[in-house]
Structure formats: C-alpha cells, structure tokens
C-alpha cells in the first residue's frame, strides 16, 4: 500500500458510512446534555456556525426514528425509549436507548436497519411509534450541533454533548446554554420536549 492510499483509506471509511468528517468522541459517553430550541430560519444559523468555523458530519439526511416496546409498554413505564433510526442517503443505522434519566443515552451503529429492526420483532418488540425529520449535524469545538426539519413541527435547532461523566451534567447544561445565547437562540424558544411528544399533540 502506498502513501497515497493510506492517506486516502480513513477519510474513504467514512464517507462510506455517509460522514464528512472524523467524529472524534463527539458521540461517546452514556450521557447525553441536550438543548432544543425553536427557530425561524435554519439558513439564518447555518451561515452563522460557519462563519464560527463549524465542521459538517452529515448534511441532507433525511432520519427516521422508530420506537420500539414490549406489548406491555414495560420500557414506557420504566422511562426508557428504545429507538432503531435509520439515516438516508448516508445509509447510517443506530440503536440507541434513553432514559430513565433525563440525559441518559446509550447508542451504537448498526449495520442493517431491516434486520435490526426484525431482530427486535423476534424478542417480542412491536412498534410504538414513527417520527421523520431532515436533519444537518455540524461540530463547533466540544458541542455538535443538529438543524432539523420536522414536518408538522418546523425547525429547530440543538446544542448537545456527550459523556460519561455524570457529575459533569450541570455544568455542561450551563456551557450550552451559554452558547446558545451567543448564537442568536432565544431563551424564550427552548423546547423542553421531545420531537415524539410534540408531535402526538398534533394528531
């Protein structure tokens, strides 16, 4: 192998998987600190993060979530999601749990959406619920950043980070709502629920 295709190897891994950039450890930690926040003009801010110097992951995908129990609801009644999200046309998968804890999330990739998701049918999972959304994921120094399009909602946008440090929580809220505030989002427009609950109010 020559320097040349080494070079080019990792930056080719990725793209295979539908990313832009290397993710570091952007996605790694049990716990994810979370804000969401309503806006107007998605445009707006993606000019703004990138004049800030904001790296695309992903750009264009469109996600679709699906939420998964028991027929006895027992993770509903335990606080827990279980979610198999497939991201089109980058061609992602993730299998990820939240819960019971506000910032809890556990997650990994997945190779096959429909087998994911016949895997969990052959333990006894049915189907809970649906949500799509077209979704940009940028990184800005320690938070990554996601701009939504959700339809019957509007767009939003959310200011995360991810650790295992669970006494570090606190504070991270405090550093992304900083940030937020240098960005432009007002504080009248955070939205403390999910894009799930919302939409079951609509319907």
Same mark, same amino acid.
């Given at each position: 192998?020559?320097?040349?295709?080494?070079?080019?190897?990792?930056?080719?891994?990725?793209?295979?998987?539908?990313?832009?950039?290397?993710?570091?450890?952007?996605?790694k930690?049990?716990?994810?600190?979370?804000?969401?926040?309503?806006v107007?003009?998605?445009?707006?801010?993606?000019?703004?993060?990138?004049?800030?110097g904001?790296?695309p992951?992903?750009?264009?995908?469109?996600?679709t979530?699906?939420?998964l *129990?028991?027929?006895?609801?027992? @993770? &509903? %009644?335990l +606080?827990?999601?279980q979610?198999? /999200?497939?991201?089109q046309?980058?061609?992602?998968?993730?299998?990820?749990?939240?819960?019971?804890?506000?910032d809890?999330?556990?997650?990994?990739?997945?190779?096959?959406? *429909?087998?994911a998701?016949?895997? @969990? &049918? %052959?333990l +006894?999972?049915?189907?809970?619920? /649906?949500?799509s959304k077209q979704r940009?994921i940028?990184?800005?120094g320690?938070?990554?950043?996601?701009?939504?399009?959700?339809?019957?909602?509007g767009?939003?946008?959310?200011?995360?980070i991810?650790?295992?440090?669970?006494?570090?929580?606190?504070?991270?809220?405090?550093?992304?709502?900083?940030f937020?505030?240098?960005?432009?989002?007002?504080?009248?427009?955070?939205q403390?629920?999910?894009?799930?609950?919302?939409?079951?109010d609509?319907r």
């Amino acid at each position: 192998m020559n320097a040349k295709t080494m070079i080019a190897s990792p930056a080719s891994a990725l793209a295979r998987k539908g990313m832009l950039a290397d993710p570091g450890d952007h996605f790694k930690g049990r716990y994810e600190v979370e804000r969401k926040y309503a806006v107007d003009d998605l445009t707006e801010i993606t000019v703004r993060i990138e004049a800030d110097g904001a790296i695309p992951f992903t750009l264009g995908n469109r996600e679709t979530d699906v939420f998964l *129990d028991w027929p006895d609801g027992r @993770l &509903a %009644a335990l +606080g827990k999601q279980q979610v198999i /999200r497939s991201m089109q046309p980058s061609g992602r998968v993730l299998w990820f749990v939240k819960g019971p804890q506000p910032d809890e999330c556990i997650a990994t990739d997945m190779e096959d959406f *429909d087998k994911a998701l016949a895997m @969990l &049918a %052959a333990l +006894g999972c049915v189907e809970a619920d /649906r949500v799509s959304k077209q979704r940009d994921i940028w990184f800005l120094g320690d938070f990554h950043l996601t701009l939504d399009r959700v339809p019957g909602l509007g767009d939003f946008v959310e200011l995360a980070i991810m650790t295992d440090d669970e006494e570090s929580l606190a504070g991270w809220a405090e550093k992304i709502e900083a940030f937020a505030a240098d960005l432009g989002l007002r504080a009248g427009a955070l939205q403390t629920r999910s894009y799930r609950a919302m939409l079951a109010d609509r319907r």
